[in-house]
Protein backbone atom coordinates (compact mmCIF):
# COMPACT_ATOMS: atom_id res chain seq x y z
CA UNK A 1 0.00 0.00 0.00
CA UNK A 2 1.58 3.51 -0.81
CA UNK A 3 0.51 6.76 0.98
CA UNK A 4 -1.57 7.82 -1.43
CA UNK A 5 -4.27 4.74 -0.88
CA UNK A 6 -5.09 7.34 1.57
CA UNK A 7 -4.92 11.04 0.57
CA UNK A 8 -8.26 11.94 1.42
CA UNK A 9 -9.62 11.77 4.82
CA UNK A 10 -13.38 9.92 4.49
CA UNK A 11 -11.07 7.19 2.76
CA UNK A 12 -8.59 6.63 5.64
CA UNK A 13 -9.58 3.09 7.57
CA UNK A 14 -10.42 3.83 11.69
CA UNK A 15 -7.61 3.17 13.65
CA UNK A 16 -5.75 4.66 16.58
CA UNK A 17 -4.52 7.76 14.49
CA UNK A 18 -8.07 8.97 13.58
CA UNK A 19 -10.47 7.24 15.32
CA UNK A 20 -13.93 8.16 13.92
CA UNK A 21 -16.46 10.14 16.11
CA UNK A 22 -19.32 8.31 17.47
CA UNK A 23 -22.06 8.24 14.95
CA UNK A 24 -24.97 10.21 15.60
CA UNK A 25 -28.78 8.37 14.84
CA UNK A 26 -30.07 11.53 12.58
CA UNK A 27 -29.87 14.80 12.14
CA UNK A 28 -29.74 16.98 15.41
CA UNK A 29 -33.25 18.45 16.19
CA UNK A 30 -33.44 20.94 19.34
CA UNK A 31 -37.35 19.46 19.99
CA UNK A 32 -36.00 15.88 20.50
CA UNK A 33 -35.32 15.31 24.39
CA UNK A 34 -31.70 14.79 25.44
CA UNK A 35 -30.54 11.25 25.54
CA UNK A 36 -30.55 11.10 29.13
CA UNK A 37 -34.40 12.09 29.09
CA UNK A 38 -35.16 9.18 26.45
CA UNK A 39 -37.49 6.80 28.29
CA UNK A 40 -36.27 3.09 28.61
CA UNK A 41 -38.34 0.88 27.34
CA UNK A 42 -36.50 -2.68 28.77
CA UNK A 43 -33.84 -1.17 31.15
CA UNK A 44 -30.83 -3.66 31.82
CA UNK A 45 -30.71 -3.87 35.38
CA UNK A 46 -28.13 -6.23 37.04
CA UNK A 47 -29.63 -9.11 38.90
CA UNK A 48 -26.99 -11.63 41.37
CA UNK A 49 -29.60 -14.16 40.80
CA UNK A 50 -29.66 -13.84 36.80
CA UNK A 51 -27.00 -16.23 34.74
CA UNK A 52 -26.72 -13.83 32.24
CA UNK A 53 -28.85 -11.36 30.19
CA UNK A 54 -32.44 -11.66 29.28
CA UNK A 55 -32.74 -11.50 25.44
Known amino acids: ?????YSRGDQAPTGPRRPMPTPSPGPFNPDD???????VEDPI???EEDEGPVI
Open 1 to 5: MSSSD
Open 33 to 39: PPPDEVP
Open 45 to 47: EPD
